[in-house]
């Protein structure tokens, strides 16, 4: 049925089909759009606006010289369906003369005891991976896979676990996180 209005029309439907590869859509979150940090002070986290080496234009966060060993930025991300993901990031080493490592930790929530956040519920961690010179492509981190639909209140960017400065820094432009379409075949 089509109903005319004065700003626009409505159509009402019995039924709307939507094939699965529309609703299970890859979620992206930006690096720059961090919930919290810890292990070193503000003043070593730097939101950049930067070029890749096609000319386009991005955000992104960097820690560098935190000061201390496993520096923490956290994100959370809502809405996550029940299905497998793979993990994706692009981690832009684009200011330092060496390469250094990072890591990527998934709960489902965090709580604070005596002032103290802790993860609570892991669903996924992947091994420090190097964040190499002027690489703008993304990286793959691994899968994991939800059983049921939910949020992911706690995910964990996590720096080297070196007091060394450059060796302990950290970036990101974004997580991506990827559905795998589960077809049955009959």
Same mark, same amino acid.
């Given at each position: 049925?089509?109903?005319?209005?004065?700003?626009? *029309?409505?159509?009402?439907?019995?039924?709307?089909?939507?094939?699965? %590869?529309?609703?299970?859509? $890859?979620?992206?979150?930006?690096?720059?759009?961090?919930?919290?940090?810890?292990?070193?002070?503000?003043?070593?986290?730097?939101?950049?606006?930067?070029?890749?080496?096609?000319?386009?234009?991005?955000?992104?966060?960097?820690?560098?010289?935190?000061?201390?060993?496993?520096?923490?930025?956290?994100?959370?991300?809502?809405? +996550?369906?029940?299905? $497998?993901?793979?993990?994706?990031?692009?981690? *832009?080493?684009?200011?330092?003369?060496?390469?250094?490592?990072?890591?990527?930790?998934?709960?489902?929530?965090?709580?604070?005891?005596? %002032?103290? $956040?802790?993860?609570?519920?892991?669903?996924?961690?992947?091994?420090?991976?190097?964040?190499?010179?002027?690489?703008?492509? %993304?990286?793959?981190?691994?899968? +994991?896979?939800?059983?049921?639909?939910?949020?992911?209140?706690?995910?964990?960017?996590?720096?080297?676990?070196?007091?060394?400065?450059?060796?302990?820094?950290?970036?990101?432009?974004?997580?991506?996180?990827?559905?795998?379409?589960?077809?049955?075949?009959?």
């Amino acid at each position: 049925e089509e109903i005319n209005l004065s700003n626009g *029309v409505i159509y009402v439907m019995k039924k709307v089909d939507v094939p699965l %590869d529309k609703r299970l859509l $890859t979620k992206q979150i930006e690096g720059e759009k961090n919930d919290r940090y810890f292990n070193f002070p503000r003043a070593r986290m730097f939101y950049r606006d930067r070029k890749d080496l096609s000319g386009l234009f991005f955000q992104d966060v960097m820690v560098q010289n935190p000061g201390a060993a496993k520096p923490i930025i956290t994100y959370s991300a809502k809405d +996550f369906l029940s299905t $497998t993901y793979k993990v994706y990031w692009r981690a *832009v080493n684009d200011i330092q003369a060496n390469v250094f490592k990072q890591n990527l930790f998934i709960y489902g929530s965090s709580e604070v005891i005596d %002032d103290i $956040t802790t993860p609570v519920e892991k669903i996924a961690s992947f091994e420090n991976i190097n964040v190499e010179l002027n690489y703008y492509e %993304d990286v793959y981190l691994g899968e +994991f896979t939800l059983d049921k639909a939910r949020d992911i209140g706690y995910i964990m960017l996590q720096g080297d676990n070196t007091t060394t400065n450059n060796n302990n820094s950290l970036t990101l432009d974004y997580l991506k996180f990827v559905p795998v379409l589960k077809l049955n075949i009959p």
